[in-house]
């Protein structure tokens, strides 16, 4: 069985091939360049780009999946949330395609297809569990009961994790999206004492909601008053770096006694960040539990969580194909 797979829900537009006996066979994608000189996402111009590219990218993870286009089961496409214009580039074409082929469409929710991410990378990896979905538009602690059934636990108040990076990374002349450099700047190994203390947002308050709105204002007024040197960049970029993942470890602390589940899948675009997954490996081992991560290019925005996540749909038979085009620009994973 072979599912494609299409994601256009912000600013990549991604296709893969899932193919149940080999894994992902084609995966191609395109990051869009155009919202650098605007400091963020434009909406308009993302699905403009996605249009432009869907049918060269289909055709490309056709290519390196050596298989026509009919050889396919079905199509999974990204139907929300997101950007409203996005969302619909991909569903069209989806739909589109799949009436030609006479296939079905499955709509995905594109927190989902995050999530089971990780079980693309580890099959044996069984429900239930506790999810950090940690991404540039959402920061949630999610409990994840079976396929579809997902209960919210905290999520932030404010600003989500990804974005607090990015706008911290632009405030101290770090070109858009910068929450990656940001984080290898952290990394950088340096001979110094006396880091800036930062705050651990919503520590002192019980429950499992999240706070990174101040934690970015923090940085940027270290940064103000600092030398604005490489070194200090480097010691600022460590603190609030340090002050995210305790915060996150001790959020999912608390979240794991609660549940009582001794699993916990990371993912989203922040979940590629190394200081993390190494921290939250370390509190699964100390509690005796597991951790799991989707591979590192499965973390951001990729079409083969989309493809993966409609496979277990479609043997499932748990999403309706029919021909309606549906497409929510805001939609709760517990209602998915
Ligand atoms: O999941 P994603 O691709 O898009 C959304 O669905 O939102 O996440 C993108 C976010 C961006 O904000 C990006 O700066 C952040 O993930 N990101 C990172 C790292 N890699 C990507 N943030 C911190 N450390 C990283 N290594
Ligand atoms: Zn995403």
């Not at 991604?14 to 990051?31: E, F, K, P, T």
């Not at 390196?64 to 569903?91: C, E, F, R, V």
Request: proline content about 4%; aromatic content about 8%.
């Amino acid at each position: 069985m072979r599912i494609l797979g299409i994601e256009s829900s912000c600013d990549d537009t991604a296709v893969a091939i899932y193919d149940a006996n080999n894994g992902i066979i084609g995966h191609a994608i395109n990051s869009q360049k155009t919202h650098k000189n605007y400091g963020g996402v434009v909406p308009e111009l993302a699905s403009r780009d996605h249009i432009k590219n869907i049918v060269f990218l289909v055709d490309e993870a056709f290519n390196q999946a050596q298989i026509a286009k009919h050889n396919i089961d079905a199509i999974a496409y990204t139907a929300g949330p997101g950007l409203i214009g996005s969302l619909l580039t991909g569903a069209c074409f989806a739909k589109g395609l799949a009436f030609g082929l006479e296939k079905p469409a499955l709509a995905i929710h594109h927190l989902e297809a995050h999530i089971l991410a990780a079980k693309l990378s580890s099959p044996n990896l069984e429900f239930p569990f506790l999810a950090l979905l940690v991404s540039g538009g959402h920061t949630q602690l999610i409990l994840a009961k079976s396929l579809g059934a997902y209960s919210l636990l905290g999520e932030t108040l404010d600003d989500a994790l990804g974005e607090a990076f990015d706008k911290t990374a632009k405030l101290m002349g770090i070109p858009y999206p910068g929450g990656a450099a940001l984080a290898k700047l952290a990394d950088q190994p340096i001979d110094e004492e006396n880091f800036p203390p930062f705050p651990r947002p919503m520590l002192n308050k019980p429950g499992l909601n999240f706070s990174f709105s101040g934690l970015k204002t923090h940085a940027v007024t270290t940064w103000q008053n600092c030398a604005k040197d490489p070194i200090s960049k480097i010691k600022i970029a460590k603190s609030f770096q340090d002050a995210i993942v305790e915060t996150l470890v001790e959020k999912c602390r608390r979240a794991l006694d609660k549940t009582g589940v001794h699993k916990l899948v990371v993912a989203g675009g922040v979940a590629a960040n190394q200081e993390l997954r190494q921290n939250l490996k370390q509190l699964m081992k100390d509690l005796g539990g597991e951790c799991f991560f989707p591979q590192i290019e499965y973390c951001t925005d990729n079409g083969a969580m989309v493809a993966y996540a409609g496979f277990l749909h479609f043997i499932n038979g748990s999403r309706d194909a029919n021909l309606a085009i549906l497409v929510k620009a805001r939609w709760s994973l517990e209602t998915c």
